[in-house]
Structures are given as structure tokens and as C-alpha cells.
């Protein structure tokens, strides 16, 4: 037996990413984004509404950072998801947390998130859904703490979370249970 829901955007996870940019007067500013994500190799695709101070600064600077928080920064993660830099001004500076300049694109590195894409802006496009931000991959830092002895990325040690569309919640991400590419290839021996 199933239940009709109509139109809603529930599909489960959703990811929590955090866009950051640069305002006007170099502050740093930073916003909590779940509708986007990889669309190619090296590029990303965020969509997002107009009225965010972060669509100013990305159409102003061209380039922002994408990264992934880890649980132990939910709580100013949330918050950059809650308040706009359009109304609180000192957005960034009351999260506690600490930004350092991308030494390949103009837009900050949050210190306390373990992964980071930096991004270079290489289209925007208005659409009747909203504003599509294409964006160049042109590298990825990760904080020793996330990587393993051989020096990759080990996505458990991120403690990452997802985003619950549906009922509004937080879900943490991390034990792995399968190995793509690999979980399913029996299947393929089946004639």
C-alpha cells in the first residue's frame, strides 16, 4: 500500500553544503545550501533563490568555496542556513568559527570544515525555478584529520550529515556499507 504526497521536493539525503563568499567590503559570508551538487567531472551546479547576499557575491566576485560540515559544526552550519547576511550583518563573525583567503580563487576557506571545494563562477543561469550557479572545480583541500594512512580522503572520518527535506531534521553520514562499482557485480554473472 502507498500514500500520495502530491509535488514536494522529498527525496532523501539531501546534501548539506555551505557556499562562501566574499561581500562587498571583504567580509566573509557563508550560507547553508542543500539544492545542488557535482553536475561533471570538475564543475558544480548550485541552485539558488535571487534574493540571497550570496548571489550578489558570487555574480560580483565569481568565485566561492563549497564545503561539507562535519557534525561538530551543525550548530553554526544551521545558523547560516537561518540567518540572512542581507539582515544580520555579522552573520560570519557570530558563528565563532574562522576563514582563511583561497590562494586559488577569491573567496574564504572555513578552517573548521574538513572538506572544501574552491570554485570559480562560470555561469549563471536564470531559469523559471530559480538561479543555476555553475561553478569550475579548480581544487579540493582536505584537513589531515579526514585522511587515512595513505593519505586519501576517508568520507567516515568527515562525520558529515544530510539534510531531511520531509520532516526538517539532521542526519549524520559515515559507516560505509558497500563498495560501488563492486556491491552488485554477482548480479552481473546471472544469465
Not at 555579522?90 to 572555513?110: C, M, Q, T, Y
Not at 584537513?143 to 544530510?162: H, P, Q, R, V
Amino acid at each position: 500500500m502507498t500514500k500520495d504526497f502530491g509535488v514536494k521536493p522529498y527525496l532523501f539525503p539531501m546534501p548539506t553544503y555551505m557556499i562562501g563568499t566574499y561581500n562587498e567590503d571583504d567580509t566573509v559570508d557563508v550560507m547553508m545550501m542543500a539544492w545542488g551538487g557535482i553536475c561533471a567531472e570538475d564543475m558544480v551546479a548550485l541552485n539558488l533563490e535571487e534574493d540571497h547576499k550570496t548571489v550578489a557575491n558570487l555574480k560580483e566576485k565569481k568565485a566561492f568555496t563549497l564545503a561539507v560540515p562535519g557534525i561538530d559544526t551543525i550548530e553554526q552550519s544551521d545558523f547560516f542556513g537561518i540567518a540572512s547576511a542581507n539582515r544580520v550583518k555579522d552573520k560570519f563573525e557570530r558563528s565563532g568559527l574562522h576563514a582563511v583567503k583561497s590562494s586559488r580563487v577569491n573567496a574564504p576557506v572555513i578552517t573548521e570544515y574538513p572538506l572544501t571545494l574552491e570554485c570559480e563562477v562560470i555561469e549563471m543561469q536564470e531559469q523559471p525555478y530559480g538561479l543555476r550557479v555553475l561553478g569550475r572545480i579548480v581544487n579540493v583541500i582536505a584537513d589531515e584529520k579526514i585522511l587515512n594512512e595513505k593519505g586519501k580522503i576517508d568520507c567516515a572520518k568527515i562525520g558529515a550529515f544530510a539534510f531531511d527535506q520531509i520532516n526538517h531534521g539532521y542526519y549524520a553520514i559515515g559507516e560505509q556499507v558497500g563498495k560501488a562499482w563492486n556491491s552488485g557485480s554477482e548480479l552481473m554473472k546471472k544469465q
